[in-house]
């Protein structure tokens, strides 16, 4: 049981993300939000990879341990964070450019583009 | 910005170049240990955002060019890309300079591995991402200052 | 040294080289920088062509990257492939070909109609980053390889829709394509996470090989057909697509369709080749081909109402998707009975792949002619133009080729690989066909209104001084129109020798899992 509590925080993130993506208002607290949901999906691929026990799948660093974390899934987060890095500080600079124009981050005001 | 105080201002001088040779252990370490180019480059990064943060960003821009991490990228991404091509009688990127497992396992732990192009590629990978990331920084910061100062002025070039 | 056991490598090499040394270029001027441009995706086109052949002649190709030797998938002493595998089938092959033309063709178009703003050297690395991802996400045979070139090809993008950052609208449309996407890569990214913690794999034919549907697979399946039909732009998931693709500069929409493409070949290759016939249940099927329906009479249904010409054209996006979303889907649903197969089953898939061809080049094509009237007349609107037949010749003849090809008019090729997908979609409930027909009806009325206000009438004072564009644009153009006119007049040999092969290599799902796997298993 207590070796599913990641998940079970993995979900919480998740919907809690997909909940203020959806409710809030604000630019900013959108982009939070996308941040929230990226971090959730990186605690899910770390803790797939976790074994009990385990030790730094690094051949030369392991010492005597048996049983060592699956390396690929750490892989991935690292380059998934380094993604989500990109798009985060491209959707900041997105945000001041639509702060500069439209003058709000409120996004019931900015719709130039219907229909 | 405007500068921060002075108490700000010195803790900045006393560390603010640990975080470069924090950045380039971690990139250099990069194969042997969790860290790598991305990482370090990421820490090396810092720098210049802890230098605005505290000095504001008038004096930051007439200490450094924006070109100087422009060069660092292109470096960084050529040297990745020279690096990729010399493997290539046998596949992009192969381990043309590592020693083989057996080898490496006959010498015994604690031996640091030769782990081939994934070494130079790291620090061709730290070079590229500290300068992204300073340019990165530096541009969105000129980003406020555009709207800070007055109102929002002509881009150039976009003749519509 | 055989370079021909290295093309798929090269085919990614290229381009991401070009865009590294776009920076470098542009100190040399424009010219270098524009010369640039047109060879990276004109050798992209070369290679993209030679690895066609050489995949139709010898089989799968797959390149290993990183390894001692390209064709060791398996270190000694494990039984799954662990390294970044390239896996290219007939069908990759035949995307990246349509994906590399449109690619040559926007860049050869972007010359031109870039030369009077800033940025370039930017624009160049962002063009050929795009193209880059865009390739990668169709030779890739590793699902987190996928996620990365998906979003190597959204980043391109979402600074490529905002090029023009005066433009509060485009920044608009960027930032509504970014929050959409991000989503949706994160769901992939879980699919690609789950799938590994149940087969502690992740390239696909590792995976198909020993997949069995049970709850996490279901979780996957939806979530990758979810997010991979959202960035194709269909039904209930494409408002981003008409902005994006309206406010972005025109070469670079001329990519973002092949791009949409690759997306496209995504969900194709994760319901046919990663679960195939495992999948079971109608369930998936009828929900592609209900999307597929939906797209088609919805987009076309907002498309008649539009007056910007670059929307319209949009809007006409997500409805032909909805042609390939509809004939892959009637295909998919026939997958694991083999009398349904024969019936009609492959008929609708290569309707389908044959459309994916056509699509990219008509609609790459009249998103340049909606370009060259703006570079031309300064104009969006079209109910500012008329009378340009007289004064833009050649684009109007360009513009009428595609529009014909479009709304299927019969010796054009949309005609062919529409008939395809009619009769087959008519075997499964005549009224899929019916709604793909209506769906025809209005795409040609939608753009007889176009043709009928832009180029013909009475001529407008203000556009009195307008000139034809400039040859490099022409010749943008003129490679689409021969792509589409060389599958119109030899619709029987594009058929046997370009659809078919990649309709049949999506269909075999164990050839495509024993190219990497192996007997071994």
């Known amino acids: 049981m207590i070796g599913n509590a990641p998940f079970f925080v993995v979900g919480v993130l998740f919907l809690m993300g997909l909940v203020s993506l959806f409710l809030s208002k604000n630019l900013i607290k959108i982009a939070i939000a996308i941040s929230i949901i990226g971090s959730a999906v990186n605690i899910f691929l770390v803790s797939l990879g976790y074994r009990a026990g385990g030790t730094i799948p690094v051949h030369f660093l392991a010492g005597e341990g048996s049983t060592m974390v699956l390396p690929t899934p750490q892989a991935m987060t690292l380059t998934a964070i380094v993604i989500a890095l990109a798009t985060t500080a491209l959707l900041l600079s997105l945000i001041m450019l639509v702060w500069r124009h439209y003058g709000t981050l409120d996004i019931d005001e900015i719709r130039r583009l219907r229909g | 910005m405007r500068p921060l105080s002075v108490v700000v201002r010195t803790g900045c001088d006393l560390f603010a170049w640990f975080l470069i040779v924090f950045g380039a252990n971690v990139i250099i370490h990069g194969d042997v240990t969790p860290g790598g180019g991305f990482q370090g480059g990421a820490v090396a990064a810092t720098f210049i955002t802890l230098l605005l943060v505290a000095y504001g960003g008038k004096k930051v821009f007439s200490w450094v060019r924006p070109g100087i991490f422009n060069g660092m990228l292109i470096f960084g991404l050529m040297a990745f890309f020279l690096l990729g091509l010399m493997g290539f009688p046998n596949s992009f990127f192969y381990n043309f300079i590592a020693v083989p497992h057996e080898v490496v396992q006959a010498t015994g732990h604690g031996v640091i591995p030769p782990s081939g192009t994934i070494a130079l590629m790291d620090i061709a990978v730290g070079i590229e991402v500290a300068g992204a990331l300073s340019i990165i920084v530096l541009s969105m910061f000129r980003g406020i200052r555009l709207f800070r100062e007055g109102p929002m002025e002509e881009e150039s070039g976009h003749d519509r | ?399 009428v080729i595609a529009a014909a090809a479009i709304s299927g008019l019969p010796p054009f090729n949309g005609f062919v690989s529409k008939l395809l997908i009619y009769e087959s979609s008519f075997a499964v409930h005549p009224s899929l066909a019916v709604v793909a027909l209506l769906t025809s009806v209005l795409t040609l009325a939608s753009f007889v209104k176009v043709f009928q206000t832009a180029f013909l009438g009475p001529e407008k004072n203000n556009l009195l001084h307008v000139q034809e564009v400039p040859p490099a644009m022409l010749l943008g153009m003129v490679v689409l129109t021969a792509a589409i006119l060389g599958a119109t007049l030899f619709p029987s040999w594009t058929l046997s020798n370009l659809v078919e092969p990649a309709a049949r290599a999506l269909v075999d799902q164990s050839g495509y899992i024993g190219a990497i796997v192996g007997g071994g298993m």
């Open chain 3, 1 to 399: 040294m055989n370079w021909n056991e290295h093309f798929p490598a090269l085919l990614l090499i290229i381009p991401l080289f070009g865009a590294f040394l776009a920076p470098v270029c542009s100190l040399g001027g424009k010219m270098a920088r524009n010369i640039l441009l047109v060879a990276a995706s004109f050798l992209t086109l070369v290679v993209a062509f030679l690895l066609w052949r050489s995949v139709l002649a010898n089989g799968i190709q797959y390149y290993v990257m990183g390894g001692e030797n390209f064709r060791l998938a398996l270190p000694s002493g494990m039984a799954l492939p662990v390294r970044i595998i390239l896996e290219v089938d007939a069908f990759s092959a035949f995307m990246a070909l349509c994906g590399s033309i449109a690619a040559f063709a926007g860049a050869l178009f972007s010359v031109n109609y870039m030369n009077r703003f800033s940025g370039q050297s930017r624009f160049t690395s962002l063009y050929l980053l795009l193209a880059t991802g865009m390739l990668g996400m169709m030779i890739t045979g590793d699902l987190f390889n996928f996620f990365i070139f998906i979003e190597i090809s959204s980043i391109a993008s979402f600074g490529l829709i905002a090029f023009w950052r005066d433009k509060p609208s485009a920044i608009e449309a960027s930032l509504k394509y970014t929050l959409v996407s991000q989503v949706g890569s994160m769901l992939i990214l879980i699919a690609a996470g789950s799938l590994y913690g149940k087969y502690n794999a992740l390239n696909m034919a590792a995976i198909g090989s020993s997949l069995t549907m049970g709850t996490m697979e279901k979780l996957a399946l939806v979530f990758l057909v979810g997010s991979l039909a959202m960035k194709c732009g269909a039904f209930p998931m494409h408002m981003w697509l008409p902005d994006a693709y309206a406010e972005a500069p025109t070469g670079v929409t001329c990519l973002l369709v092949a791009v949409s493409q690759a997306s496209l070949y995504g969900l194709m290759r994760v319901c046919f080749s990663i679960y195939g016939v495992a999948m079971g249940s109608t369930f998936v099927p009828w929900m592609i081909i209900i999307f597929g329906l939906a797209s088609m009479f919805f987009g076309v249904s907002m498309a008649v109402v539009q007056h910007d010409i670059k929307r319209l054209m949009g809007y006409h996006s997500v409805s032909q998707v909805g042609y390939m979303l509809l004939g892959l889907g009637v295909g998919l649903l026939v997958l694991g009975d083999a009398r349904g197969m024969a019936d009609f089953g492959f008929t609708a898939i290569k309707g389908g792949v044959f459309h994916v061809f056509n699509y990219t080049m008509y609609k790459a094509l009249l998103f340049l002619t909606a370009g060259a009237l703006y570079y031309a007349t300064g104009k969006k609107d079209l109910n500012e133009m008329g009378g340009l037949a007289r004064r833009m010749p050649y684009t109007t003849f360009m513009f």
